[in-house]
């Protein structure tokens, strides 16, 4: 008896100390939650029906992308697409009351688009401006060369690539080029499954043995970016330079184009193909250009998404920012302040002054949306993984860019950047953060510090993407979808 009771008690004091350790493990996993920040996988937090959501949305999104491959395709189909869903023109009319839809194009590689806030001008617009450029390669302004019975046109690239990325993939040509009398002409070749593509070419291996050993920028150089447009003669043997001839008869019959058109065309080879899934779970997409269509389009679908917003809604889509921003259609450009204050002006019946927008101009609030380099294990070295977003984590606002000591950023001011952080919090949207890779691993930067130059509050926000600036960058379905319901909420919310 004695004995057994002693057991009894034994394994009551036991049973209590595990309680005591459980407890404790709970208050420790409590507390762990209430005080250090995480980033949950959204496939984790979604549910059938958003997930269903995430790859609907998706398909738009590929359509989109598809769709629009340049800066001024891209363009081209938002106006369409604003113009089907009621937008007008800005200038049709002097007076545009709230709920107004307007859109204005930047010489047509740019995009003013807004919806009037029932909620006073003066107290300032909330702004989502991405970019539509990608980089690329453009036809040089004498483009047309034969060698050894192959023809050629010499490139020049546009914005940051590796060079080597570019040769042995299929190409397509798009843009704009103009005949003699003026009259443009609109080219896309190369993107319908039947229609013929364009490519470099690169060594072979059993040759490569001195180009293998080459610092990986010179592997294949600036120079050698020469797309085979065509290998067929002129029906004359006997005369010199006949397959360039052959090429440019070619153009004559099919186009009416000359040699001399090609000086003042803007032309771009864009890798070939669709936007496809990628995975066998169909999570992720991969596509040229999704730097930084894929804010562009996350942005645009936000803003055709509102009706009657408090606040002056306004999409801003920018051209030449992989250059620098330059140029009257990039992002330094006034022609983008001018027409925010042409929104400004037509949301009042009565005239109002230079400074009622500038006052107007500090109060806006941006969000300056542009892709975050998702943290890639392959290449760990360059990031610190405790600063870092990752694919699937949601939409990742960045305080700021840069290089080196944080130089060319505009660094968005503590007090936005944390009453952004409370709304999506209070509003259930997932967000993260991260920097691009190490301190003094590189750096970048985006169109933040120009907008912020007019006074307004700016910060950095995106989509991680892998492979940035490759031919054929990935982006996660999950996040493309949430980015999209962090800018409306952003439009509806702050
Ligand atoms: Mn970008
Ligand atoms: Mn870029």
Redesign the pocket.
């Known amino acids: 008896m004695l004995a057994n009771q002693d057991k009894t008690k034994d394994t009551e004091k036991k049973k209590t100390v595990r309680k005591k350790d459980a407890e404790q493990a709970d208050a420790g996993k409590e507390l762990k939650k209430k005080l250090q920040v995480t980033f949950p996988n959204l496939w984790d937090k979604a549910d059938e029906s958003e997930r269903n959501e995430a790859m609907r949305f998706a398909e738009e999104y590929k359509r989109f992308l598809d769709l629009g491959k340049t800066e001024r395709t891209f363009i081209q189909v938002a106006v369409e697409t604003l113009e089907e869903l009621g937008f007008a023109e800005l200038a049709s009319q002097d007076y545009w009351p709230a709920g107004s839809k307007v859109y204005q194009t930047i010489r047509g590689k740019g995009l003013v688009a807004a919806v009037m806030g029932s909620g006073p001008a003066d107290a300032g617009f909330n702004l989502v401006g991405a970019h539509v450029d990608s ?1 690329r390669l453009d036809l040089k302004p004498l483009p047309i060369y034969e060698e050894n019975e192959l023809v050629f046109f010499k490139t020049h690239y546009y ?2 690539i590796k060079k080597y990325q570019w040769p042995t993939i299929p190409l397509a040509i798009h843009g704009i080029i103009f005949r003699a009398d003026g009259s443009p002409l609109t080219i896309s070749i190369g993107e319908a499954p039947d229609d013929p593509v364009l490519t470099i070419t690169d060594l072979l291996p059993h040759l490569g043995s001195e180009q293998m050993g080459r610092k990986a920028t010179d592997l294949i150089r600036g120079e050698d970016l020469n797309v085979l447009v065509s290998s067929m003669p002129y029906a004359d043997p006997e005369l010199a330079g006949r397959f360039k001839l052959g090429l440019l008869q070619l153009l004559m019959e099919r186009y009416e184009l000359t040699e001399k058109d090609f000086v003042s065309a803007e032309l771009e080879l864009v890798p070939a193909g669709q936007a496809r899934d990628v995975g066998l779970d169909r999570s992720m997409i991969g596509a040229y250009g999704q ?2 269509r894929v804010c562009a389009f996350t942005a645009l679908a936000a803003l055709t998404s509102l009706e009657n917003p408090e606040r002056t809604a306004v999409c801003l889509l920018f051209d030449k ?2 250059i620098g921003s330059e140029g009257n259609t990039g992002a330094q450009s006034r022609a983008y302040e001018y027409t925010l204050q042409e929104l400004f002006v037509r949301s009042y019946e009565q005239p109002r002054s230079q400074m009622d927008f500038a006052r107007m101009l500090v109060r806006c609030q941006m969000l300056s949306a542009d ?1 975050s380099a998702a943290y890639d294990p392959n290449f760990a070295s360059v990031y610190d993984s405790r600063n870092s977003s990752y694919l699937g984590h949601g939409m990742c606002l960045v305080k700021y860019v840069g290089a080196r000591g944080k130089s060319g950023t505009s660094d968005a001011n503590g007090e936005f950047f944390s009453r952004i952080i409370r709304v999506y919090d209070a509003e259930g949207i997932p967000w993260q953060t991260g920097e691009l890779g190490k301190v003094d691993a590189g750096g970048g930067g985006t169109v933040a510090v120009y907008l912020a130059n007019l006074g307004m509050e700016v910060i950095d926000c995106g989509v991680p993407v892998l492979s ?2 490759a031919p054929f960058e990935i982006t996660s379905k999950i996040d493309v979808y949430h980015t999209f319901n962090a800018y409306r909420t952003f439009f509806t919310k702050l």
């Open positions: 980089p914005g940051g730097d930084d920012e992989e892709v940035m600036h």
